[in-house]
RNA sequence: GCGGCUGUAGCUCAGCGGAUUAGAGCAUCGGUCUACGGAACCGAGGGUCGGGGGUUCGAAUCCCUCCAGCCGCACCA
């Protein structure tokens, strides 16, 4: 089907087209009727014509019979009211439609680089944006038809690998995996670290070991092996525990592209790139100075001949366009990253990599605060493990549950209690623009009173149970909406919304356009609710309020799923 | 110094390809109520949209400038 929001723009683009190729109706959602187009009066002024007079002429090609009252308003506005069999047919197709409205897109793929813990480190909040971001993009865009290929950019190379394998030795082999499976990575780091300070022998052997990593020793790559492995592992029980989708085979750690890395450099010299500077071999893309004025290098091979991000960045880069054929690329990456990412795509579109068809966008994010809008660490000054958040965030939802008389067994508690954690967590992360920072505020996000993820699990729960205390079934299909009440409308009016929510945010990249959405829908709900009787309705209200209702629970439960947040039946 | 992001009600935030009287949540105050799940709903107060210029019939939204905060600016990712 198509959508509402769809049929009026091909409608009012015709007419628009008509007048001038090309111009833009500017459709909107209005409070002064269901849509305005405000497109009328910048074409009047391009064509140097009186606003009335050229509403007057967009409206004589304009045909929405059956679909919209139109009325011209102010300077030029042309406010559109929906006709009610417009309403109950689009609504009476979305009774069998799983896409709620949603058109699929064929043949694009999209490659979607976030989460990327480093082996060997506890995942903590510094990870959580990246992980819930892309996640939730990543569910969007696979919803809305894309081929999506997830990449987890994990920190599996470099000095530190050294250190860290000797470390693992001197525990020997079974100690070392017993440390790392009970998670705590951060211990093991934290050991090989003091060690590789205090002692110099030691020191010395890890750099030994780490020459003997890059150069292929096989007894030094298979330990390597298993630090990767144990760390892959700990992640996916993370990821099991946050609910995200991510699994070891999107793990496409920077040691992948190591053997890319010699093609990485010819290519750029081959293309005239490539400038050595104080040892190090450089690209200096247009555009990009230091703070003296000068212009600011992508280091591509270091001095010491070895390679830092930016190679692996390039490499990436060039990977996903030519052997994954990506159509659009995005890395969802903290904000402090932007500039490399400008520089990065800058060179790679230098030297031929990145067409221009292929949309390539660092989707930046701003810092997790704490209370004192510090960067958010432990009362110690640590780093908040994000295992540990969700615990606590479970914690308090069972003791909210409990307080509440309910007939749930406690294993029936904690499960639910976990969900709502989890929905408290991301919801206040993908309910705000990603690029603000944010104050991490669990009492404020775990709330079921307000703008919050349970808020939305709980609209969605008290709508299922309107199904449950229905005795008599009843069949969607047989149903006429005739909206008779304004609550009815405007909840009509806000499940029609749902495709137009979902594209703006994919277009924008803005998850929190769909939460909006979705919170928007849900007080729609319950005004709803409140002014309109269900149960006790006689028929054929009851029927028509009934498919509302259900309508109105898919649309959040799919929504949500759409953010990675569970939708439960009952709380 | 250059660049980026941010600055909207007491607090947390939407709105920012200009368009008809600036929105929501929380908090506060006042109502609804023998409840289709009250974990709800309705209403009120509260804002010179960081300051100042400019473009425009019209700017929170576009341009310039200043202020404040955070972040980045050559071999760590």
């Known amino acids: 089907m198509t959508g509402t929001y769809d049929v009026l723009l091909a409608r009012l683009t015709s007419a628009f087209d008509a007048v001038a190729v090309g111009a833009d109706p500017v459709l909107r959602p209005s409070e002064r009727s269901d849509y305005q187009s405000n497109g009328v009066m910048a074409l009047a002024k391009s064509q140097g014509v ?13 045909d929405l019979a059956d679909v919209a009252d139109v009325e011209v308003a102010g300077p030029g506005f ?37 989460s990327a813990p480093n082996v060997a480190k506890e995942m903590h909040v510094g990870h959580l944006r990246s992980t819930v971001i892309g996640d939730a993009l990543v569910r969007m865009y696979r ?14 190379w470099g000095t530190p690998f050294g250190m860290l394998i000797e470390h693992l030795l001197d525990l020997g082999e079974e100690e070392a995996i017993a440390s790392l499976s009970i998670g705590d990575l951060d211990g093991f780091y934290r050991a090989a670290r003091t060690k590789f300070d205090a002692d110099d022998a030691f020191k010395e052997r890890s750099r030994a070991r780490v020459v003997a990593l890059q150069g292929g020793d096989p007894e030094t790559r298979r330990l390597w092996r298993l630090l990767v492995d144990e760390s892959v592992a700990y992640f996916s029980e993370v990821y099991a525990a946050l609910d995200v989708t991510l699994t070891p085979a999107d793990v496409v750690g920077e040691s992948f592209y190591n053997p890319m890395l010699d093609e990485v450099v010819a290519d750029l010299a081959r293309a005239g790139l490539l400038v050595e500077s104080g040892g190090a071999l450089c690209v200096f893309p247009e555009g990009f100075t230091n703070r003296d004025g000068e212009p600011l290098p992508l280091i591509v091979r270091k001095s010491d001949e070895g390679f830092g991000y930016a190679a692996t960045d390039l490499a990436a880069v060039r990977d996903r366009v030519a052997n994954l054929h990506a159509d659009e690329m995005l890395y969802v990456v903290g904000a402090p990253q932007g500039q490399h990412f400008e520089m990065v795509f800058a060179v790679a579109r230098a030297a031929g990599w990145l067409p221009e068809s292929v949309r390539c966008e660092h989707v930046a994010f701003g810092n997790v605060l704490g209370p004192d809008r510090k960067m958010f660490k432990s009362r110690s000054g640590e780093t908040v493990k994000l295992i540990g958040l969700l615990d606590e965030a479970r914690d308090r939802a069972e003791a909210a549950l409990a307080l509440r008389s309910s007939s749930l067994t406690t294993q029936e508690r904690h499960e639910l209690a976990t969900q709502i954690a989890r929905a408290a967590i991301k919801y206040a992360d993908l309910s705000t623009d990603r690029s603000r920072d944010y104050v991490f505020d669990l009492d404020r996000m775990i709330a079921f009173e307000g703008d919050t993820g349970p808020y939305l699990q709980y609209a969605h729960a008290r709508l299922r149970s309107i199904f449950r205390r229905l005795d008599d079934g009843f069949d969607a299909h047989a ?10 409308r405007d909840l009509a009016l806000g499940i029609l919304a749902f495709p137009e929510a979902l594209d703006a945010a994919i277009a924008t990249l803005h998850p929190h356009r769909l939460a909006g959405y979705l919170f928007d829908l849900a007080q729609r709900f319950t005004a709803f609710y409140e002014a309109c009787p269900v149960l006790s309705a006689p028929e054929p209200s009851k029927g028509e309020r009934l498919a509302l209702c259900e309508l109105t629970a898919r649309t959040l439960s799919l929504g949500l799923s759409l953010l990675g947040i569970e939708a439960p039946e009952q709380m």
Request: charged fraction near 30%.
């Open 50 to 62: 009186n606003p009335r007079e050229m509403a007057e002429r967009v409206l004589a090609g304009l």
């Open 143 to 156: 919803f809305r038809g894309y081929r999506v290929i997830a990449r987890n950019h994990v920190g599996d």
């Open 479 to 488: 149903v006429h909406f005739v909206l008779a009440e304004s609550a009815e």
């Open 78 to 114: 042309l406010n559109l009211t929906l006709t009610t069999a417009f309403l109950d047919a689009q609504l009476r197709e979305l009774v069998d439609d799983d896409r709620l409205g949603v058109g699929r897109l064929e043949g694009r793929v999209a490659v979607i680089d976030y």
